[in-house]
């Protein structure tokens, strides 16, 4: 169950937990390692959604208790009169605050924050990224993260030590988590926050966040994290300038530098990387502009960057187990579990692409529909049905989407049914909404392939993150100096 493939070595000195590793092929990149490890989720938290409400309730119950002991003494009616007003307000605001505080209690997750393309987070600017996993494992296990510094590219981790880019401890022990009440499938529900006071970086760049398990110091999961410090500014928003709209759609930005860069060589000092869907399988790098001029590097306006646009993402939607919800065709519940099957699909390439919102790839788990009171999600066995005359000629079916990762696993590999002419597959999810695509893994191929079983549509919307790197002279770091990210409609 727990293998670490004999690829990461944890060792303790002093303090201070480091891992060893050269992770010349990336084995370690967006892994998972423990099968029990589940439903890996983050959002983005600001401060003001990181604030605790119980401060807030306890000065708003000692403003109102002020309040009314004002009005017990106060002869004058006029002044009774507007004494209760301000009691009634600071009851309506006690009220909303106490409810915000119940609701994200019931989610768990903190569904309050926006749903995050990518785990950036700026340098020094009071965000943090709030973590979520679940682990099924019946013996309650205890975790601990560290993290990494890596280059540019994520070919290869950087040779420093930890004081060289953290501030505190070289890793933390993961203290929240609770245990879902109610739920057919049992399983630890793990939380924590990072960075925080206890584990933070000082300088911007890319971060292999590791999660283990504290006492065996087995790696369970690793999660690409950015630490961004916007020093680059984007001069225009980055938009499509195609004229081939049916096969690719191609990005074009530009960017500046303030003149304490004046020095740079743009060629060798300043990398970029363009990502659709924060997708890592299609990603494009640019080592040099296509045009500098007066502090301007301007991209994709000769040299194209172009990604194949793909097709509204099909969804699972289960955020309820007592009925069937769109595109579910059937739900059993069972002495222990649940099953969920979903309405058979089939090739789309030459359907007409119709446009819906979705969450371009991402997914969110959740316990509750509209107007019914939010619970601890649970866990269902969903059976995927897709129908084809005949199996892919050298070639797998699989699902893939923000749920695999964008990668292709076991999991979600489909079989073909001879005798049904249909390919079948059955995974394990957490109840919530799920985008997905069904995808070819062509023999001797690790490429997503979905020309035949999606198809392409230049109106499609996607989501496009730019992330601008700058590696001074003689520099040990590639460091994170500008991020954006544009949903574009075509």
């Not at 225009?236 to 759609?249: G, P, T, V």
């Amino acid at each position: 169950m727990k293998n670490i493939l004999g690829i990461f070595f944890l060792f303790f000195l002093g303090t201070s937990t480091l891992l060893s590793q050269d992770f010349d092929d990336l084995p370690g990149v967006d892994a998972v390692y423990f099968e029990d490890i589940k439903s890996i989720e983050y959002r983005i938290l600001g401060n003001d959604d990181q604030a605790d409400p119980t401060a807030q309730i306890g000065a708003l119950n000692e403003e109102i208790a002020k309040l009314k002991k004002r009005y017990s003494t106060e002869e004058d009616l006029d002044k009774q009169t507007a004494l209760q007003d301000d009691i009634n307000t600071k009851e309506r605001q006690l009220n909303t605050v106490y409810d915000d505080k119940m609701e994200r209690d019931k989610w768990r997750l903190k569904l309050a924050a926006p749903l995050s393309t990518m785990p950036i987070v700026n340098l020094n600017a009071g965000q943090t990224i709030y973590w979520a996993f679940d682990d099924l494992n019946e013996e309650p296990t205890r975790y601990s993260y560290t993290i990494i510094p890596f280059n540019w590219d994520w070919s290869h981790r950087l040779d420093v030590a930890t004081s060289e880019y953290l501030d505190g401890f070289s890793y933390s022990e993961i203290n929240e988590f609770v245990f879902p009440e109610l739920t057919v499938t049992n399983y630890t529900a793990q939380r924590f926050s990072f960075p925080n006071n206890e584990i933070k970086p000082t300088i911007s760049g890319n971060y292999l966040l590791v999660v283990y398990e504290t006492n065996s110091e087995e790696v369970a999961f690793t999660r690409r994290v950015f630490v961004a410090r916007q020093e680059f500014a984007f001069v225009d928003d980055i938009r499509d300038n195609s004229f081939d709209r049916d096969s690719l759609q191609n990005i074009n930005f530009t960017i500046s530098y303030p003149e304490i860069y004046d020095q740079l060589a743009p060629a060798r000092d300043v990398k970029v990387v363009v990502l659709q869907n924060g997708r890592y399988d299609n990603a494009r790098s640019i080592e040099k502009p296509a045009l500098v001029m007066n502090s301007r590097l301007r991209y994709g306006y000769q040299d194209k960057i172009g990604f194949k646009p793909g097709k509204e993402f099909r969804y699972i939607m289960m955020q309820t187990l007592d009925y069937p919800q769109l595109g579910t065709e059937f739900v059993n519940r069972n002495k222990d579990n649940y099953e969920v099957y979903l309405k058979p699909q089939e090739e789309r390439s030459y359907h007409p692409n119709f446009f819906y919102r979705d969450l371009n790839g991402k997914f969110v788990t959740m316990n509750g529909v509209q107007n019914e009171e939010p619970g601890d999600p649970d866990y269902a066995h969903v059976y995927f049905t897709f129908y084809q005359d005949r199996p892919y000629y050298k070639a797998d079916l699989y699902v893939v989407g923000k749920l695999t990762d964008w990668q292709f696993k076991d999991e979600f590999r489909l079989s073909y049914n001879n005798r049904e002419g249909r390919y079948e597959g059955e995974a394990l999810l957490k109840q919530g909404y799920y985008d997905y695509y069904y995808a070819l893994k062509q023999d001797g191929s690790d490429q997503i392939d979905i020309d035949r079983t999606e198809g392409h549509a230049f109106q499609t919307s996607n989501d496009y993150t730019v992330l601008v790197y700058y590696t001074p002279p003689n520099g040990r770091f590639d460091k994170l100096v500008a991020t954006k990210t544009l949903s574009i409609n075509y």
